[in-house]
Structure formats: C-alpha cells, structure tokens
C-alpha cells in the first residue's frame, strides 16, 4: 500500500455543494444554519442553484402544517395560518423587500432619491399598502386551490417563486456597485440559472401525477410576470437591487396561486 501523508490537523475538505445549499437556506430563511465561516462571493453565487430546493423545503412545511392544521380548523384559517407560516419560516425578509421597493416607486423622483427611500429603516404608507395588498391576494388565491391539490400547490408556490429570484438575479443588471445582491448577481452565472431552472422543471414534472400540466403552467406564468416585473424595475431603479428580488419573489408566489385558481375555473381538465 503506498503511503500518504496524513493530513495536517484541522484541516478538513470543504464540501462546497453542501455548503452553497446551506448557505441557500441561510439567505432565504430563518431556519438556523450551522453555517461556519464567512462565505466568499462565489460560493453565494453558487448558492442560487439551490434557491428551487430551499423553496420545496418551504413548500414541505406548509404541506405538513396543511394537513395538520386541517385535522381541527377550517380551510380559511388554516390558509390563514399558512401565510403567517411561510412569513416567519422567511423572516418577512421578502415582505422587507417589497414595502421598500413600493416606497421606492411611489412619486416623482430621481433613481438617486428612489435608493435614499429604499434605504431609510421606516416603511411608508405606499409599503404598507403594498405588503397588505399582496398578502391579501395570496390568502384570497390560497382559498380558491381545491383540497385535493393543494399539497402539491404548496410544494411548488414557493419553489417556482424562488426560481423567479434566480432569474431575475441573472438576467437583469444590478442597480448599484455595492450592497449584498452585487455578490449574488457578480458569481450567478448561466450555470448556476441553468440548473436552478431544471431543478424546477424536475419537481413539476415529479409533482405531474397531482397537478397535471398545471405546474409547467404557473412555471410560464410566473415567468412572464416576472420579466415585465425585473423590466419596470430596472426602468425605475436603473437596475434591480435586494429589494426587488424579494418584491418578485412575494409577487410570483401570488401569481403562481392565481394561475390555479384561473386553471381550476376556465381549464379543469389540466389540473
């Protein structure tokens, strides 16, 4: 047998896939990781690839307290409490986003202003309305989704709805030389959109059998609206920034429900 060298004390081979993913479910949620050391801007970037899996992670939560929550209350205050769920399993970081982003949008200002109000820590009356009015769509959307399919909506709501993040951090500029988003968007590379996107198809494909053709249709949908979405906000912010990545999240998570529910009344024979 030929001799190797021991290796020196303390040193250990970093598992850089595992480490990307928890760095993943580190950014996206509030679940604590054990997570040790400072992650270059690489492996954050490579850490994209895994935002589909930290959303089907999410949407397995909402899956198991459905079916829980279910064995004693009503459908409207379960969904009630699935939405106030996925909120603090995120920290409301996405909900941070959105009310800043809404703030940042409201009048006439120049892109200058729109970042000094997207900055200030107190949220306005156009953020709030924003976060009300977005929350309400998702509760709404989540009480038209039949019984029968809704494990499955809610594995893949918050799946595609991160996807949409990946997207929008690849394909569209980054609105300022600095901030947390610019190592996201400097190290995601068509690999790292390549494989969150087949990741994505994979679980609708796998949840194929419960949804039919739906979960390519809210795939499609959500990519749609995000597109116009990461187009309006690179016109009024000069490019995206964290904020927005959070806004498009919430936002595809409504309009993955609303395709559903579309589905269920003008299409039922594709779901």
């Known amino acids: 047998m030929k001799w190797r060298p021991s290796p020196k004390p303390g040193f250990r081979k970093e598992n850089k896939p595992i480490k990307s993913f928890l760095a993943a479910v580190q950014f996206l949620t509030s679940i604590p990781v054990p997570l040790k050391g400072e992650l270059s801007p690489e492996q954050l970037g490579r850490s994209t690839t895994y935002f589909p899996l930290v959303g089907l992670g999410i949407g397995g939560i909402l899956a198991g307290l459905n079916w829980v929550f279910n064995l004693a209350l009503p459908a409207s205050v379960t969904n009630a409490l699935l939405i106030t769920t996925i909120v603090i399993l995120t920290g409301a970081m996405h909900l941070d986003g959105l009310s800043d982003t809404c703030d940042g949008m409201a009048g006439h200002k120049t892109v200058e202003e ?101 979960g390519f249709i809210m795939f499609g949908g959500v990519l749609i609206i995000t597109i116009g979405l990461a187009f309006y906000f690179k016109y009024k912010f000069a490019g995206l920034t964290g904020d927005t990545y959070g806004a498009i999240n919430e936002v595809a998570q409504a309009i993955a429900l609303i395709v559903v529910v579309i589905i269920c009344k003008t299409g039922p024979g594709l779901i």
């Open 114 to 214: 729109r970042w000094q109000v997207m900055h200030d820590s107190r949220v306005g009356a156009f953020g709030v309305v924003g976060i009300i009015l977005v929350l309400l769509i998702q509760y709404a959307a989540l009480n038209g989704v039949p019984a029968d399919k809704m494990t499955a909506v809610l594995l893949f709501m918050p799946t595609v709805s991160r996807w949409a993040m990946v997207y929008a951090i690849y394909a569209f500029p980054y609105a300022r030389k600095e901030g947390l988003g610019t190592a996201y968007k400097t190290a995601t590379r068509w690999p790292q959109f390549i494989i969150a996107a087949i990741i994505t198809l994979t679980i609708a494909g796998a949840l194929y059998s419960l949804l039919n053709v739906t």
